[in-house]
Nanobody, 122 residues
Framework: QVQLVESGGGLVQPGGSLRLSCAAS????????MGWYRQAPGKQRELVAA???????NYADSVKGRFTISRDNAKNTVYLQMNNLKPEDTAVYYC????????????????WGQGTQVTVSS
């Protein structure tokens, strides 16, 4: 069974910083991409940032220049450094692992974390 465990959310003032972490556990052989999505009240879930095993990254336009995603492939962990946070960044942030292949299997599946709340407010 693959699990994603997130940490690092919380309350921060505008202009502040937070670092989110997400660790995938289980008998994992490979993960194609890991990333972060967010969902604000009344809005659809949206991609924030993603990183492939090969090092390619993708960011939402709204966070470019402020957020940085990084991966530790050996630890199956992804991080999201969020700087210069704005009230509109307030949302539940979800970790995603794409095309996770476990040992002994050939097919891959996507998994989600339970979500961590980020609130940006003065």
């Amino acid at each position: 069974q693959v699990q994603l465990v997130e940490s690092g959310g919380g309350l921060v003032q505008p202009g502040g910083s937070l670092r989110l972490s997400c660790a995938a556990s289980g008998n994992i052989f490979s993960i194609n991409a890991m990333g972060w999505y967010r969902q604000a009240p009344g809005k659809q879930r949206e991609l924030v940032a993603a990183a492939t095993t090969g090092g390619s990254t993708n960011y939402a336009d709204s966070v470019k220049g402020r957020f940085t995603i990084s991966r530790d492939n050996a630890k199956n962990t992804v991080y999201l450094q969020m700087n210069n946070l704005k009230p509109e960044d307030t949302a539940v942030y979800y970790c995603n692992a794409e095309e996770v292949v476990v040992l002994g299997r050939a097919d891959g599946y996507d998994y989600w974390g339970q979500g961590t709340q980020v609130t940006v407010s003065s």
